[in-house]
Antibody, heavy 122, light 114 residues
Framework: EVHLLESGGGLVQPGGSQRLSCTASGFSFSTYAMTWVRQAPGKGLEWVSSISASGSTYYADSVKGRFTISRDNSKNTLYLQMNSLRAEDTAVYYC????????????????WGQGTLVTVSS | DIVMTQSPDSLAVSLGERASINCRSSQSVLYSSNNRNYLAWYQQKPGQPPKLLIYWASTRESGVPDRFSGSGSGTDFTLTISSLQAEDVAVYYCQQYFDSPQWTFGQGTKVEIK
């Protein structure tokens, strides 16, 4: 059974940094693109960043230059390093698995974690 | 970026009745070379992550009940729940994956029981 477990959320001050992790199990992690999607409290879904199976990275304009996505296939873990955090980055961050194996980026996601809440506030 | 607009923002439907949600994209998400519409639908219940229901505009994800169906092409799409069940109360989102990787979601449609 596929399982994605996010961790690393919490309260951080504006301008601060936070690193999120997503530990995967139940599938061949190294052969799937992975993605972070966020949801501000009471709001809709926003794509944040993706990393292909080969390690190519992609970012939404709203986080480009501040966030870094990475993966460690030996640990079946996806990361999101978030720097220069702003109040508008406050959200539940979900990691999600591409629905298509070995694609560059399918762009739609069949398994999602439960999410981790990041609150940016002084 | 492609803007996705859903209508209505919310709807209340009686149990067993049909529910339809519309999604319009600001530009076509039909890729002419493969004649596929790069459009997905998700269901999100309170306190849960989104769940993939439909992709390629009309392909049901494995395990999704057949009362859920997707239709449409180009810029106009519809998610239909043929016979609403209590467990279908949720917010539904459409998402385009045509403009890779600047993927965008609709604002969501809340479905409730009348």
């Amino acid at each position: 059974e596929v399982h994605l477990l996010e961790s690393g959320g919490g309260l951080v001050q504006p301008g601060g940094s936070q690193r999120l992790s997503c530990t995967a199990s139940g599938f061949s992690f190294s052969t799937y693109a992975m993605t972070w999607v966020r949801q501000a409290p009471g709001k809709g879904l926003e794509w944040v960043s993706s990393i292909s199976a080969s390690g190519s990275t992609y970012y939404a304009d709203s986080v480009k230059g501040r966030f870094t996505i990475s993966r460690d296939n030996s640990k079946n873990t996806l990361y999101l390093q978030m720097n220069s955090l702003r109040a508008e980055d406050t959200a539940v961050y979900y990691c999600a698995k591409d629905q298509v194996e070995m694609s560059t980026l399918a762009g739609f996601w069949d398994y999602w974690g439960q999410g981790t809440l990041v609150t940016v506030s002084s | 970026d492609i803007v996705m607009t859903q209508s209505p923002d919310s709807l209340a439907v009686s149990l067993g009745e049909r529910a339809s949600i519309n999604c319009r994209s600001s530009q076509s998400v039909l890729y002419s070379s493969n004649n596929r519409n790069y459009l997905a639908w998700y269901q999100q219940k309170p306190g849960q992550p989104p769940k993939l229901l439909i992709y390629w505009a009309s392909t049901r994800e494995s395990g999704v009940p057949d009362r859920f169906s997707g239709s449409g092409s180009g810029t106009d799409f519809t998610l239909t729940i043929s016979s609403l069940q209590a467990e279908d109360v949720a917010v539904y989102y459409c998402q385009q994956y045509f403009d890779s990787p600047q993927w965008t979601f609709g604002q969501g449609t809340k479905v409730e029981i009348k």
